[in-house]
């Protein structure tokens, strides 16, 4: 079975660092790029950060530049998303996806995980 699966969420205060991970099971994530998407309550789904399957090419969205950094181990079959400088607008789920194009839109991708909350409160 292709799952995906996040960990890493919680509870945290304005400007603390949390570190969401993607780890892969059933399939290998080496041939695919890999996406993080949020919801908050009431929005709609954003991209937050994709990275290409070799690592070479990442984006991001220009609310978390500076501030969170996507990254990749592919022997561990594991996708990093590092956020620090946590403020509270970025408090929503968070998804990573799995697909063949490396894109910052949420259709393309074939494979999600179940999501993990974030939460930025003092």
């Known amino acids: 079975q292709l799952q995906l699966v996040e960990s890493g969420g919680g509870l945290v205060q304005p400007g603390g660092s949390l570190r969401l991970s993607c780890a892969a099971s059933?399939?290998?994530?080496?041939?695919?790029?890999i996406g993080w998407f949020r919801q908050a309550p009431g929005k709609e789904r954003e991209g937050v950060s994709c990275?290409?399957?070799?690592?070479?090419?990442?984006n991001y969205a220009d609310s978390v530049k500076g501030r969170f950094t996507i990254s990749r181990d592919n022997a561990k079959n594991t996708v990093y998303l590092e956020m620090n400088s946590l403020k509270p607008e970025d408090t929503a789920v968070y998804y990573c996806?799995?697909?063949?194009?490396?894109?910052?839109?949420?259709?393309?991708?074939?494979?999600w995980g179940q999501g993990t909350q974030v939460t930025v409160s003092s």
């Open positions: 059933g399939f290998t994530l080496v041939h695919y790029a």
């Open positions: 996806a799995a697909g063949t194009i490396t894109t910052m839109r949420w259709v393309p991708y074939d494979y």
């Open positions: 990275i290409s399957s070799s690592g070479a090419t990442t």
